[in-house]
């Protein structure tokens, strides 16, 4: 109490301090320290923010920091960079943040057409919308103007402005008709002069057509023709002189002491046994062309002649019974020749030439009988196999289709024309009144014969292309020959279905149209592969029953001999025609 007392007497009346006396019967003075239940915290930081509050506040944030660890105001995100510490700057803002020979451009969210639109109507009419407003209503520019359009922009011509000008054009083409009615002749002459410089106003694309070149000059001329005679050099003569059909017989004579023409088949000529087996060893070679042979066909019925194609663009008939030799050579194709067929007695034949020429041949003479083209390669050429059809012939073209002819009228009879590629094969099914087409479009169609509508179309997305297909001698079967090295079957009877039990695989035919076959008794299929090679399967195993190695190169055909059950023919890109 009684240092209370004291302090409430430390002033006296005039306001100045007293002296703090005690009485000596009172206790000794104490000061108690200050205590608080708070925990002790640094305030270092707080003191420097507190010291630094005002700076802070109108300090920006740095550009080149990443990270603000704190919430900065609206001020200092938009405070401006200012002095020599601006990151980019040699000198501060005025090297810093240039991106224009101005200075600095600050990107727009404007489209491209909105900013076209202000710009062209500004240069157009003196006004534009004031990109600074944010109503959008405000312009800049020539309010004058501006009240007498009623403010449109060069896009938004109002309709009957529109009208109006074509209104004045159609005017002024008027005016100056009428104005060139009245014109000086001497001034429409002189081409110093405007009247004639509006007269003789025309678009660069004018006089195009008018200016079109007749006669050739001297120069081009002698261009052409040495551009045609290099052309035709090119092309083996296709185009300039035409080949001649001529034909050389190599036999002894064309008829024996009996008055029996070379092509009369022998009289004992019959099947001596009804069971096939497979060839084992080379019994004769026929060489005599020059470049690969593309096919061969035995005689029809007695095979006592095989007649086989050469890329030397020669078609030859061999002797296969007797003599062994070539009997009669055919020369009419000025390119390689592509596929023949018999017809069914055998004394006339067809052949297809890269020429694009489809020739009809006498066996016997050797004489062309007709020639058929329609300016496209023939893939496959085959007549119709009824006996009373025997004029009907039937091409696939390198065009998608395929082509019917009368070979007594040499009239097209009909086109059939479905394929998406180049028609490689064309098998008669079903007593001959529908056939099956493949095609480099991957696809099998079957047609009803003369009429060109598909009744079938498989095209499954794993098939490959199919270049060669046979008939199973009991004509209830297809074997077609895919371009994945393997040989698949199909049906003949309606459905036309693929036969997932028989397959036959293991040779190489990818990228060869190799002839696939049977033999006569339907026991063995057999193929040539890319690699010389002639396969033979088990027509009931699938399985691989033997492979000979047959020719260098290619072994591109093989037929199985009608008669005699054990033998083959092969023919290969080597030249040569081999049997077994």
């Given at each position: 109490m009684d240092?209370?007392?004291?302090?409430?007497?430390?002033n006296d009346d005039d306001g100045?301090?007293?002296q703090l006396t005690s009485s000596p019967e009172a206790s000794p003075p104490r000061l108690l320290p200050s205590k608080t239940s708070a925990p002790k915290v640094d305030d270092t930081m707080l003191a420097l923010t507190v010291a630094n509050a005002n700076r802070t506040l109108s300090k920006p944030i740095d550009p080149t920091q990443h990270l603000v660890?704190?919430?900065?105001?609206?001020?200092?995100?938009?405070?401006?960079?200012l002095g020599p510490s601006h990151p980019y700057a040699k000198d501060g803002i005025a090297q810093g943040m240039r991106n224009h020979k101005l200075g600095f451009v600050e990107d727009a969210s404007i489209e491209p057409f909105v900013f076209d639109e202000q710009y062209n109507t500004f240069h157009k009419y003196g006004y534009a919308a004031d990109p600074s407003a944010s109503a959008g209503n405000n312009f800049i520019g020539d309010m004058e103007a501006l009240q007498k359009n009623d403010a449109i922009s060069v896009y938004n011509i109002p309709q009957h402005e529109q009208k109006k000008r074509k209104i004045e054009k159609k005017k002024e083409m008027s005016e100056s008709e009428d104005v060139e009615m009245d014109l000086n002749p001497a001034e429409v002459d002189n081409p110093a002069s405007d009247v004639w410089l509006m007269k003789n106003r025309k678009s660069p694309w004018s006089g195009k057509k008018e200016g079109l070149q007749t006669e050739l000059t001297e120069e081009q001329k002698k261009y052409a023709e040495e551009y045609a005679k290099k052309k035709g050099e090119e092309k083996g003569g296709e185009k300039g002189e035409v080949t001649a059909d001529k034909s050389t017989f190599h036999g002894k004579e064309e008829r024996d002491y009996q008055g029996r023409s070379w092509i009369a088949p022998p009289k004992d000529a019959k099947a001596t046994n009804d069971h096939c087996y497979i060839?084992?060893?080379?019994v004769h070679t026929w060489s005599g062309h020059t470049k690969g042979v593309s096919a061969i066909r035995f005689f029809p019925k007695h095979g006592h002649l095989i007649l086989s194609a050469g890329m030397d663009t020669k078609v030859k008939i061999w002797d296969v019974f007797n003599s062994g030799k070539c009997m009669r050579t055919y020369m009419g194709h000025s390119q390689a020749v592509r596929d023949i067929s018999f017809c069914n007695d055998g004394s006339k034949f067809l052949t297809a030439g890269y020429d694009k020429k489809i020739k009809y041949w006498d066996t016997e003479t050797?004489?062309?009988?007709?020639?058929?083209?329609?300016g496209k390669i023939p893939y496959v050429v085959k007549l119709n196999p009824d006996d009373d059809k025997q004029n009907i012939l039937l091409a696939g073209m390198s065009d998608k289709k395929i082509v019917q002819w009368d070979m007594n009228t040499g009239q097209i009879t009909q086109e059939y024309d479905q394929h998406l590629g180049a028609v490689n094969t064309i098998t008669f099914v079903d007593n001959n009144r529908r056939f099956v087409?493949?095609?480099d479009d991957k696809s099998l169609r079957v047609w009803e014969y003369g009429i060109p509508v598909v009744i079938k179309y498989i095209s499954?997305?794993?098939?490959?292309?199919?270049?060669?297909i046979s008939v199973h001698p009991n004509t209830n079967w297809l074997a077609a020959q895919s371009l994945d090295n393997q040989i698949l079957i199909y049906s003949t009877r309606e459905r036309f279905q693929l036969n997932k039990k028989k397959r036959f695989a293991g040779h190489i035919v990818a990228g060869y149209a190799c002839q696939v076959n049977f033999s006569p008794d339907g026991r063995f299929v057999m193929s040539g592969d890319g690699e010389g090679k002639c396969w033979f399967w088990d027509w009931k195993t699938c399985k691989v029953f033997r492979t000979l190695k047959c020719h260098e190169g290619v072994c591109i055909g093989c037929e199985w001999h009608p008669l005699e059950q054990s033998k083959v023919a092969t023919c290969g890109w080597d030249g040569l025609i081999k049997y077994w």
């Open positions: 240092l209370l007392q004291s302090y409430t007497d430390q100045s301090p007293k660890a704190f919430n900065p105001t609206y001020d200092q995100l938009w405070a401006p960079i060839p084992k060893r080379l050797g004489q062309v009988i007709s020639t058929f083209s329609t087409t493949s095609s499954e997305p794993h098939m490959h292309s199919m270049p060669s």
